[in-house]
């Protein structure tokens, strides 16, 4: 059974910080690529950043670039969202997804994910 549990969220300042972790089970997880995901009231869900099992190839959305880095325990098999310079416009659920290789990882997607997590909330108040 597929599982990825996310953990880490909760409430902050704008400027702080948070770190978002991805516990993965239930399959190899050397097959998948890796990515955070966002939604915010009443918009569309977002993709974030994604990462390969490798770690050679990492893609981060523009909005979070800078501020935001993915990156993964292998001997988890868990990944990580670490979020710095937090603004309000970050507020939003995130969520943990799985998808098989093959695809340049910055293609996000959410259609061409297989499997999700049930999300943390992230509120930065101003």
């Known amino acids: 059974q597929v599982q990825l549990v996310e953990s880490g969220g909760g409430s902050v300042q704008a400027g702080g910080s948070l770190r978002l972790s991805c516990a993965t089970s239930g399959f190899t997880y050397s097959r998948n690529t890796y990515g955070w995901f966002r939604q915010a009231p009443g918009k569309e869900r977002e993709g974030v950043a994604a990462?390969?099992?490798?770690?050679?190839?990492?893609y981060y959305a523009d909005a979070v670039r800078g501020r935001f880095t993915i990156s993964q325990d292998t001997a988890k098999n868990t990944v990580y969202l670490q979020m710095n310079s937090l603004k309000p416009e970050d507020t939003a659920m995130y969520y943990c997804?799985?998808?098989?290789?093959?695809?340049?990882?910055?293609?996000?997607?959410?259609?061409?994910?297989?499997?999700w997590g049930q999300g943390t909330q992230v509120t930065v108040s101003s």
């Open positions: 997804a799985s998808r098989r290789l093959g695809f340049p990882v910055s293609i996000m997607n959410t259609y061409d994910y297989d499997y």
């Open positions: 990462i390969s099992p490798s770690g050679l190839s990492i």
